[in-house]
């Protein structure tokens, strides 16, 4: 365990990545960082970016940019592709997520970040959602997620968070599951999120629970055992905004991951909202981050705050990356990695190629209130206040 080592405070934006970017999860390989989020029913689906810094972040690619990796056919808005986690195992990047559409809980793989990603391999026997993946220190792999109660669904969001070994080869579960916990809170609802990490030979698993709205939280319990005895954290939750009102300018906070610098710095990544015109959040769920010391075996978020701010605080040097383009004059045979369809695009739905520097888009019938693909392609608004403009010829 390398020891965390003084740098001068930098102050950074949250959030880090503003607009429709849900479910952040990190991974670091050297002093590279990488990241991916949600993108439920738009394609492609799960960006993924790289940092050096864990503030400055340059989407790459997007792993599942094949309609064979991604299925979206009459996917609602909020269905479609849920909780990616990414990690990094001997020289292998694993993509593990859920379409909840169709097909459950899948894995894909990539030597390189920015692709190509394989085709999905989908776990049989592996129910529910949020799927996650950790390797232990002997090399073996095991598959977490969150499902059902197994002894029985009392009420609505009554899950559990389990564990089973994973063949990495075959990409199937081995030997037993095991029920790891059921979230902190008395009869709480959607322990959902799970991530599972090894420091000083102890296991932690960090959960979100109390749905995904005003009453989101992130939780932790730890354990001497992989796969039981887990106990929770005597200060859960370790973060959470519930307690500051629907008015606060950061809600919904939780959904996290952890991740350690070179150094032995540990930071935190997670969905929260920014309220506006009256508690809504017209710029969804969107990403941030936050600092983690460890007090007593256990993590603090934002040591003396508790709380996700607008401004954060961090000793990593910064690495700027190239500011991102503010227009697209659509003069490349390929569209920009950010732009997005609802479901996956019809083959000949648009055209950069028929005519240089226009982006041609075929009129369909279908509209919003069709659970379809229609004549569409968008960009996240990442802003409260701004001005777009388009030329366009009919």
Request: glycine share 10%; net charge negative; proline share 6%.
């Amino acid at each position: 365990m390398t020891t965390a080592r003084k740098h001068d405070s930098v102050t950074y934006n949250n959030p880090i990545m503003p607009g429709f970017y849900p479910d952040p999860s990190v991974c670091r390989v050297g002093g590279d960082y990488y990241l991916v989020t949600s993108t439920f029913a738009y394609f492609p689906g799960v960006p993924i970016f790289h940092s050096r810094d864990l503030v400055n972040w340059k989407q790459i690619g997007n792993v599942l940019d094949r309609p064979s990796q991604l299925n979206l056919q009459g996917a609602g808005h909020s269905q479609g592709i849920f909780a990616p986690t990414i990690r990094y195992y001997e020289g292998k990047f694993y993509m593990i997520t859920t379409n909840v559409t169709h097909g459950g809980n899948f894995v894909v793989t990539a030597t390189d970040p920015a692709g190509p990603w394989s085709e999905p391999h989908f776990i049989q026997g592996a129910v529910g959602i949020d799927p996650t993946i950790f390797f232990d220190d002997d090399g073996r792999a095991y598959y977490l997620g969150t499902r059902p109660n197994s002894a029985g669904v009392r009420y609505d969001g009554n899950w559990e968070v389990w564990i089973q070994e994973l063949n990495l080869e075959t990409m199937e579960l081995a030997g037993e599951s095991y029920v790891l916990w059921r979230g902190a809170m008395a009869d709480v609802i959607w322990p959902e999120g799970p991530h599972l990490y090894k420091k000083d030979g102890i296991y932690y698993l960090m959960i979100a629970e109390g749905g995904t709205g005003l009453n989101h939280a992130v939780t932790v319990a730890r354990s001497q055992k992989l796969t039981e005895g887990y106990a929770g954290n005597p200060n859960n939750p370790i973060i959470t905004h519930r307690h500051l009102g629907r008015h606060y300018p950061i809600i919904n906070v939780g959904h996290a991951d952890l991740v350690q610098a070179e150094d032995g710095q540990w930071f935190m990544v997670m969905l929260a909202s920014r309220p506006y015109g009256g508690g809504y959040s017209n710029l969804g769920r969107e990403t941030f981050l936050a600092s983690v010391s460890w007090e007593d075996g256990w993590p603090v978020v934002n040591e003396g705050r508790g709380i996700l701010e607008e401004q954060g605080v961090m000793g990593l040097t910064p690495v700027p990356v190239e500011p991102q383009l503010r227009c697209d004059h659509f003069d490349s045979d390929k569209l920009a990695l950010k732009w997005m369809f609802l479901r996956n695009p019809q083959a000949d739905l648009y055209s950069l190629t028929e005519r240089k520097g226009y982006l041609r888009l075929k009129l369909k019938p279908q509209t919003f209130k069709d659970q379809d693909n229609l004549s569409f392609v968008c960009l996240r608004q990442q802003h409260f206040d701004y001005t777009a403009a388009a030329v366009m010829e009919v």
